[in-house]
């Protein structure tokens, strides 16, 4: 099936950047399997897979910031604009692919609630201990 007029509006509108993915009704659109499959072949196309977009945001969070000093003697970096725009173009892609979302459902309450202090305590303490123990594993 092919997209509609109003479809493609939307989804031109969003690899554009003038239009905001996460609407109820571009959501909708977006939501629509044959709109999904045409939004993934032009991304991937674009050589915007999952992988490279990981990658990308892999190198931007690693970065160091550089520092240049103007002839006025003030120190500057433009990096961080950089990698700002880089940041809400993938997080605009991800949303688009319904991989992403500003809102999460926080309403739900766990168990640890019924947990005693010295229980939570006993948690924190093993979490604690895992983290040290597996540290380079999960970086």
Do not use: C
């Not at 109003?6 to 659109?29: F, H, M, S």
């Amino acid at each position: 099936m092919q997209m509609n007029s109003k479809e493609r509006k939307v989804v031109d509108g969003i690899l554009n950047g003038n239009r905001n993915p996460n609407t109820a009704y571009n959501q909708k659109i977006l939501s629509r399997s044959h709109v999904a499959i045409t939004l993934e072949a032009i991304l991937d196309q674009a050589g915007l897979t999952d992988d490279a977009l990981t990658r990308r945001l892999r190198q931007i969070v690693k970065r160091r910031p550089e520092r240049q000093v103007t002839k006025g003697g003030a120190s500057i970096s433009n990096q961080t604009t950089v990698d700002n725009n880089a940041l809400n173009a993938i997080r605009t892609i991800w949303q688009a692919r319904g991989k992403f979302t500003d809102k999460h459902d926080v309403s739900v309450s766990g168990n640890l609630k019924n947990l005693s202090d010295d229980q939570l305590d006993t948690l924190i303490s093993q979490g604690s201990r895992f983290l040290k123990v597996n540290k380079n594993v999960l970086n």
